[in-house]
C-alpha cells in the first residue's frame, strides 16, 4: 500500500505532499507506522496509480445484482458470481496471499482479482467483498513499477486522478524485491455499501506486536470492475487513525 498524495484527515506530517514525507512509500506496514506516528504527533501538539488472462474462473456469467438484471459491463473474459451483497463477516474460503513487491496482498480465485495484465490485477466480483478485494489490490501497486499504468485503468477518471498521477511522478518507485515489508494487512471493515459505491476501512498491522493502524479508500463500480475513487487533491486515504486491536474488523487468516 502506498500513501499516493496526502491522507485525509490529518495534519503536520500528513499535510505535506507524499513525496516529502519520511519514508513515502507505504507499504501495508509501513502505513501502519505512519498512522501510529501521525496520532502520537496529534496528542503530543504536534502541528503539521492487451489483457493477458489469469485464473480461468468458472463461475457464472456476471449479472448486475440490482432490478434490472442486465449484463455488466465487465472486462474481456471477467465473469464472477455478484449474489452475495450483504456486508462480509468472514474472509473468503479460498483466501491466500500474493505476493506484490515486498509485500503480500489477499487474493481470492472467486471474489478477485481474476485476470492479470502485469502490475494490473482486474476483475472483482460486484459485492462488497470484492470492493474490499480491490480496495487492497489497487493501492498496493501505487508504490512500485508500473504504477502509472494501474492509475490509468484502475482509477475513476477526474481531477483526483490527474492530481495523483502528478504527485506521484514526482516519486521514484519501490524496489520490487529486497527485504520483506514489516506489518502487513490485518483486517478490513466495509463502512458504506451500494451497486455503485463503497468505503472500505483497512486495518494494518505496525512493525511493532500489538500496533494497528487504520484507513479508508473509496472505490466505485466503474466500467464493469471496482476502481478506486482518490480526492480531488489525489488524496487517496481518509480517516487514519491508531487502533488498539483489531475488535470490529474482520480479520485475515494467517
Same mark, same amino acid.
Not at 515489508?181 to 451500494?194: E, K, P, T
Not at 486495518?203 to 466505485?220: C, E, K, M, Q
Not at 463500480?221 to 486491536?245: C, F, I, N, R
Given at each position: ?126 459485492? !462488497?467483498?470484492?470492493? @474490499?478485494?480491490?480496495?487492497? %489490490? +489497487? *493501492? ?6 508500473? #504504477?502509472?499504468? /494501474? ?55 505496525? !512493525?511493532?506486536?500489538? @500496533?494497528?493502524?487504520?484507513? %479508508? +479508500? *473509496? ?6 470492475? #471496482?476502481?478506486? /475513487? ?25
Amino acid at each position: 500500500m502506498v500513501n499516493s498524495g496526502r491522507l485525509r484527515g490529518g495534519s503536520g506530517e500528513w499535510e505535506k505532499p507524499f513525496w516529502q514525507q519520511r519514508g513515502w512509500m507505504l507499504s501495508a506496514g509501513f502505513l501502519a507506522t505512519l498512522l501510529v506516528v501521525g496520532v502520537v504527533a496529534l496528542m503530543s501538539g504536534g502541528s503539521g496509480t492487451p489483457p493477458r488472462a489469469g485464473n480461468d474462473p468458472t463461475t457464472t456469467p456476471s449479472v448486475s445484482p440490482g432490478t434490472t438484471g442486465k449484463a455488466d459491463a465487465r472486462p474481456a473474459g471477467c465473469r464472477t458470481d455478484d449474489s452475495d451483497q450483504e456486508k462480509p463477516t468472514a474472509v473468503p474460503k479460498d483466501f491466500r496471499w500474493k505476493a506484490n513487491g515486498t509485500g503480500l496482498v489477499p487474493v481470492s480465485k472467486t471474489v478477485g482479482p481474476l485476470l492479470y495484465d502485469g502490475p494490473v490485477w482486474y476483475c472483482y466480483a460486484h459485492t !462488497p467483498m470484492g470492493a @474490499v478485494l480491490a480496495a487492497h %489490490s +489497487v *493501492t498496493d501497486h501505487f508504490s512500485y513499477p508500473g #504504477w502509472r499504468q /494501474v492509475v490509468e485503468r484502475q482509477v475513476v477518471p477526474g481531477a483526483g486522478r490527474d492530481a495523483l498521477i502528478a504527485d506521484r511522478s514526482q516519486a521514484e518507485d519501490k524496489p520490487v524485491s529486497g527485504k520483506a515489508d514489516a506489518g502487513g494487512y490485518a483486517g478490513f471493515s466495509v463502512l458504506a455499501y451500494n451497486e455503485e459505491e463503497a468505503t472500505v476501512m483497512l486495518l494494518l498491522r505496525g !512493525p511493532d506486536t500489538g @500496533v494497528f493502524g487504520s484507513a %479508508s +479508500v *473509496t472505490v466505485r463500480w466503474h466500467e464493469g470492475d #471496482w476502481k478506486l /475513487v482518490p480526492g480531488t487533491d489525489g488524496t487517496v486515504y481518509s480517516g487514519m487513525a491508531q487502533v488498539s486491536g483489531t475488535q470490529g474488523f474482520v480479520t485475515w487468516e494467517a
